[in-house]
């Protein structure tokens, strides 16, 4: 079945560092892939999402490509805020509908000033 | 655009209680979805809804759990009985028709059994 593995947490940066949050897959098929974060307090958000293999998601200064040979989705971000904080959560989708989702485990980040 | 509504938002009882969860979806969602979220793991699918009837409930654990969708808008989640092991947030998502379209998510319902 399709399952979703993120890197080990929580992380925990400073204010303009560089982010990386690892996330790896497997399915069958050709999964959408997707980044989804949840703030304090409120609902899980749709972040990005990648399609097909070599397409990019991007939204808010984050940015990861679907890498189908090393079954990867990667989560990056140049320079981080303390408004980043969250938590971030890797999925995928096997079939057309994009509500039906896999989940990895998630990834608490912290940004201190 | 209202989002998709959850209540209660907090929610304790007894195990071998029951309970309900309620979800609106946003207005025009066809597609209705129910997840469990126990802490520190992802949100797994609980049951997913087209209209009012179901298309996927193979990891609803039927024995205790049950959901249903009247008329095609809101839908209600019960335990009954409960145990300690349900203890999550449970979240509702609706999305629209069609293929490839978002799924949006409420703030769901976190539930302790003690």
């Known amino acids: 079945g399709n399952s979703v593995t993120q890197m080990e947490g929580p992380v925990t940066l400073s204010e303009e560092a560089f982010l990386t949050i690892n996330c790896t897959y497997t399915?069958?098929?050709?999964?959408?892939l997707f980044w989804y974060v949840q703030y304090p307090g409120e609902g899980l958000q749709l972040l990005l999402k990648a399609t097909k293999a070599d397409d990019k998601g991007s939204n808010k200064g984050f940015e990861a490509t679907y890498r189908k040979e090393t079954t990867s989705f990667h989560l990056e971000k140049g320079s981080v805020q303390v408004s980043d904080s969250a938590v971030y959560f890797c999925a995928l989708s096997g079939g057309t509908s994009y509500g039906k989702l896999t989940f990895g485990q998630g990834t608490i980040l912290t940004v201190h000033p | 655009e209202a989002g998709v509504a959850q209540s209660p938002r907090y929610k304790i009882i007894e195990k071998r209680q029951s309970v309900a969860f309620w979800c609106n979806p946003i207005?025009?969602?066809?597609?209705l979805y129910w997840y469990q979220q126990i802490l520190g793991q992802g949100p797994k699918l609980l049951i997913q809804?087209?209209?009012?009837?179901?298309?996927?409930d193979s990891q609803l654990p039927k024995d205790r759990f049950s959901a249903e969708r009247l008329k095609g808008v809101d839908s209600t989640l019960k335990i009954q009985p409960a145990k300690l092991e349900d203890s999550a947030v449970y979240l509702c998502a609706s999305s629209s028709p069609g293929r490839n379209t978002e799924a949006f998510f409420g703030q769901g319902t976190r539930l302790t059994v003690v």
């Open positions: 207005s025009g969602h066809a597609t």
């Open positions: 809804f087209q209209n009012n009837g179901v298309v996927d």
């Open positions: 399915a069958t098929g050709y999964p959408s």
